[in-house]
């Protein structure tokens, strides 16, 4: 076959292939009437509401912590346990303990196969450091102590006062750029795959500059998960 003939053929294809939609208001997000205050404004916030108890947050935690390896140096994580009533404060305090210690992608599936998998009552205090203090995949000792830490208590409210301002109503749900929450359906990697034109649609809109590469992490210790975390 002529090579005129080839790229004849190749134009074809790539015309007749459907061209990757565009995310559309209403269907793929909603834009919150009330923004959310991110920790970070300097950069792209990804706010994950989650628990530990759900099926789905389960099932999507190890595909999240794949992709946000993926991610740039302007955009992050900021993981919220959601809480709908008080006994969920224990839950969003273990959270807030991971979040603190930066200690996510080491501890939180330990935390989310006792909750949800072996139906361990985490949420009561002392369940919690028992087990905690018993784990030998992460530093348990460093996660009680950063639970028992003055902060913590707060750190879990403002969790609790961030669930009830802007009306979640299930897990997961995701935030992006404190402006716009996205309506997921498909496959966890399809709406991750919002998430991130999302990101790329709050940095042009911001006038963000291109983000330098994220260094790939040497290893998974407490000071790589830390810095991913911030």
């Not at 628990?51 to 390896?69: I, T």
């Not at 961030?162 to 109503?169: G, P």
């Not at 996205?182 to 919002?194: V, Y």
């Amino acid at each position: 076959m002529k090579i005129s003939k080839i790229l004849t053929t190749v134009l074809a294809l790539a015309v007749a292939l459907p061209a990757q939609a565009a995310l559309v208001e209403g269907e793929d997000y909603v834009v919150l009437a009330k923004p959310m205050a991110q920790q970070n404004p300097e950069k792209i916030e990804v706010a994950e509401f989650f628990g530990y108890f759900c099926v789905h947050c389960y099932n999507l935690n190890p595909v999240l912590l794949k992709r946000e390896r993926t991610w740039a140096s302007d955009t992050y994580l900021r993981p919220i346990h959601v809480v709908w009533s008080p006994d969920m404060m224990g839950l969003a305090r273990i959270a807030a303990a991971v979040n603190s210690t930066g200690m996510k992608k080491q501890a939180s599936q330990a935390v989310f196969e006792a909750v949800y998998n072996q139906k361990i009552n985490l949420a009561d205090a002392d369940t919690f450091k028992k087990w905690a203090e018993a784990q030998t995949a992460f530093d348990g000792k460093k996660l009680v102590a950063a639970y028992n830490g003055f902060s913590n208590p707060a750190q879990a409210q403002t969790m609790a006062d961030l669930t009830m301002q802007h009306n979640i109503e299930s897990t997961p749900t995701f935030i992006v750029g404190g402006k716009y929450q996205m309506r997921f359906k498909g496959t966890w990697e399809q709406n991750l795959d919002k998430v991130d034109e999302m990101i790329a649609k709050v940095r042009k809109e911001r006038g963000m500059k291109a983000p330098a590469a994220k260094a790939r992490p040497r290893s998974l210790g407490a000071s790589a998960a830390k810095a991913a975390n911030r």
